[in-house]
């Protein structure tokens, strides 16, 4: 039994290809890297169903494989604290169980639940987070990649204690002993030395150091990516900023989209940042702001304390410098809740103290106007990119002064009114600046005082559900239940179609309608939510109805009877009624959006233009399929694919009425135009067409013998897609050195004809080339001899 865990992969690869089960061979090849390299919409798709199969099967190994990457993606990519505690306690008992203790994989769970600790805080873990890396590197072998792993983590560990110097002499022990052992180290590895001599103030160490380990990986063959590049990027920015070195820091600061998309750099890329605003060489502005407060707010809600309060105080110092009062302030108050949920508060607490006292020392701004007229001033005023004034955190600041001075005065129901429109102004700007939890809070306290104001409710529901308050959306709910249930019901509706609840949503709407039938949007909201769970008529009947509420009057002129319908309702209806094979239906709603058809009855099946479906692969990316448009909402797909999409050659899917990609400029140049395709994306197979695919390789025939056969098989009910392009290239059994090209397909067999009979027309069609194809796969299936197709493979390098 092996004890390297990729030696493991491959072997239990190839025993699940073996026994059929692909999309969790599949799966256990690509997790990794999908986690690694943060393809976090890839991972989501793909792990639920291998976790399954894995358990179904009875393969714990593999589960804790799964389990893990998972977690160092939910941990690593995402920064995920408290959210993933439950999955690290609950994969660390899993790894050490009887049948999963020898698991070359098992040992890793230590890790994930040290860096768990680390997010949540990591200072305050620190001797719990030693205990446990000590007695499982004592365990493990230099030779192990884990060893690596579990190294890196505990110099980490070292530097959260203050003591880099430790950590720097733990890294070079470390390497002495994975080279004695005849390895070598990761590239993380050298990126972890890096760190621990920036932390020692060593910034031109720290580079060499980097150069070094970049050198070292790619001497080894190996490739860097660009997971890789973001990384050294933005470890090279902040220690050139560090060293002054402004010009090569910004050019090697990854883009802000980068960033924005990859939570794992924004740390060092916020320090690097505040080191070149401090130097006056970065924009140091709202949007820099905003960006900075959705970054604290998603740490906080993953509930990452220290990291959380880590970003608030540099993005604190920054929102000072810059005179944002109200935004420094909010950052204070969500530094001071994470600061009482740390267990070691010595290195933050100083800091952030002096950013209380900074923020507050900063000047609340004259107002131009009386209190109450602010609003319709800062509607009036002249936007002007050189007017300070017209800076959104000055605005606030301006808000948040009348907004003190005129509820001083508030007394009468008038004056309560006008200070509650104000602060709507103020608390909707707040949460536009990234600040929601801060407006949250001014909004509650706002309904104690004026409890029926449904503007303040409102504001409130779509705050909590941007800030991603489950407890304060329930909150909220129950205190509108007894008294105003619809609403109540609105707000549960709202919130898990936010997060993907569809039964949930739907629930809630019709209980909704229940108490108000003339309700439009509940209708909307339920007819969507029904849509996503595949019940295709039932979201029908909800658009029909939503449609027979909005309809004014029969007195009402042709011209205004769907004035209220927006065009998205009657697509969307054709979309459920297409799903649902109510043609009447499709061909009413077509007819009010000026559709004309070929027929007047009956199913659509009719010719329009060449569109592009985009499907999901098994593994979770996306691929967008060529089709041709068959009606309002159906396409027939046109390649031949293999098992990997849910679909084949031929299939007729409905698809959802949006636009994924924008219709080309008018001034885009005629290429551009003529290669821009409508994309839409896939929402159900209507009518499968039942082709199974087989794979052909070999040599190209040219493109005369490639034509004759695409026509020769299309006319007898086959499919044959071409999928390799200029660069496959081949063996040539005469001149190894010289190649062929060759010609990667897939073959579409329909379904009235047996790979017996497959095999037979493709052996005839291509009797006459000059080099045989092979398809090795159909040959199997048809039960003929395979011999002369592994010959092929062989002679010709396939």
Known sequence: MTTDVWGWVHDTHGRLVEAGQHRLATALVEIAGHAVDGRNEQLDAMYPEALASARALGLPWVE???????????????????????????????????????????????????????????????????????ETLERVEPARACFDCLSREYADTLEDDGRAEAALAHLDRAQTRIQAAGESVSLSFGQARAGALYKLGRYEEALAALDTAVQAYTAARH??????????????????????????????????????????????????????????????????????????SY??????????????????????????????????????????????????????????????????????????????????????????????????????????????????AEELSAATDLLLHLAGLLASLGHERASAELLWTRLERDPGHQDLIGML????????????????????????????????????LAESR??????????????????????????????????????????????????PAESTPPEEQYRTVQPADLWHLITAATANRDWVAVREAGSLLGIEFDEPEGPVEEDWQLVTVRARRAGGATTDLPAVRTGPATARILPVLGEDVPLNHRDVV??????????????????????????????????????????????????????ELREALDEAGYGLWAYSGDQYVITDPADEQAGLPGIYAALGVPPTAAATEADALLTRLTAHWAHPLCWLELAKAAGAETARHEEIVSRYGL
């Not at 990384?231 to 902040?238: H, Y």
């Not at 991603?468 to 898990?496: F, K, M, T, V, Y």
């Not at 001034?667 to 551009?672: F, M, T, V």
């Open 223 to 296: 490739v860097l990516d660009e997971d890789d590049h973001r990384k050294l990027g933005v470890i090279r920015a902040r220690a050139l900023a560090a060293l002054g070195r402004f010009e090569q820091a910004l050019e090697q600061l990854p883009p802000v989209e980068d960033a924005e998309g990859y939570a794992d750099i924004r740390h060092r890329w916020a320090d690097a940042v505040e080191r070149l605003v401090t130097a006056d060489r970065f924009p140091n502005d709202a949007r820099l702001g905003a960006r900075f407060a959705g970054w604290v």
């Open 654 to 707: 409905v698809f959802a009425p949006a636009l994924l990609e924008p219709t080309p400029a008018e001034d885009a140049d005629e290429q551009e135009k003529a290669r821009w395709r409508p994309t839409f994306e896939l929402l159900t197979l209507l009518d499968p067409a039942g082709y199974t695919s087989y794979f052909v390789d070999g040599a190209w025939p040219g493109p005369q013998a490639w034509t």
């Open 502 to 551: 569809w039964t949930e949503a739907l629930e809630s709407c019709e209980a909704l309608l229940a108490l108000e039938p003339d309700r439009i949007n509940p209708r909307r909201l339920a007819a969507a939510a029904a849509t996503e769970l595949g019940e295709h008529g039932r979201a029908q009947r909800l658009y029909q109805d939503l449609l027979a509420h909005a309809r």
């Open 64 to 134: 804790v494989f799964l389990r893990h990457w998972r977690l160092q993606n939910l941990l690593n990519k995402r920064h995920q604290g408290e959210q993933a505690m439950t999955e690290a306690v609950s994969l660390l008992e899993f790894a050490h169980r009887e049948e999963t203790a020898n698991c070359p994989q098992s040992v890793c769970a230590v890790q994930d639940f040290t860096i768990c600790h680390a997010n949540i805080d990591g200072p305050g873990y620190v001797p719990e987070r030693l205990a446990v890396l000590e």
């Open 461 to 496: 529901t779509s705050v909590l559900i941007e800030a991603r308050d489950g407890e304060g959306l329930r909150r909220l709910a129950d205190r509108l239940a007894l008294g105003q249930p619809s609403d109540a019901h609105w707000i549960r509706a709202r919130w898990a």
């Open 299 to 412: 740490l906080d809600a993953a509930g990452s304390h220290r990291p959380c309060l880590d970003l608030t105080l540099i993005a604190g110092r920054l929102a000072v410098r810059r005179g944002a009062r109200e935004v420094a302030l909010a950052l204070v108050a969500t530094g001071e809740r994470k600061l009482a949920l740390l267990r070691r508060t010595d290195t933050v607490a100083g800091p952030l103290a002096e950013l209380r006292a900074a923020a507050a020392a900063l000047p609340v701004p004259e107002l131009p106007v009386a209190p109450r007229e602010l609003p319709h001033w800062l509607e009036e005023r002249p936007e002007s990119s050189s007017d300070p004034e017209a800076n959104p955190e000055a605005e606030l600041d301006l808000l948040a002064a009348a907004w003190a001075a005129l509820e001083a005065e508030s007394s009468s």
